[in-house]
Nanobody, 115 residues
Framework: QVQLVESGGGLVQPGGSLRLSCAAS????????MGWYRQAPGKQRELVAI???????NYADSVKGRFTISRDNAKKTVYLQMNSLKPEDTAVYYC?????????WGQGTQVTVSS
């Protein structure tokens, strides 16, 4: 089992920045993928960004150039730096962890972009 604890959501004005963190604990394999998904009201959950244990990354087109995903393998933590936030970025952001033994989700953290 893997447990994920997220932090860093909140309310921010358009153009502002937030940094999300997600710390993993439990039975963690050395090869894994960590990432962030989001779900806005009335919409399906969608990929935001993922990063492998080899630091290969993939981003949704809608966040490229604005969001940066990174990880600290020693701390088993993934980060999402979100800059130039837009109202359409408002959603619940979920941390995701994948390894050979399965896929796990965090509890979600609300990000609201509004003036």
């Amino acid at each position: 089992q893997v447990q994920l604890v997220e932090s860093g959501g909140g309310l921010v004005q358009p153009g502002g920045s937030l940094r999300l963190s997600c710390a993993a604990s439990g039975s963690i394999a050395s090869i894994n993928t960590m990432g962030w998904y989001r779900q806005a009201p009335g919409k399906q959950r969608e990929l935001v960004a993922i990063i492998t244990s080899f630091s290969s990354t993939n981003y949704a087109d809608s966040v490229k150039g604005r969001f940066t995903i990174s990880r600290d393998n020693a701390k088993k933590t993934v980060y999402l730096q979100m800059n130039s936030l837009k109202p359409e970025d408002t959603a619940v952001y979920y941390c995701n962890f994948q390894q050979y033994a399965g896929m796990y989700w965090g509890q979600g953290t609300q990000v609201t972009v509004s003036s």
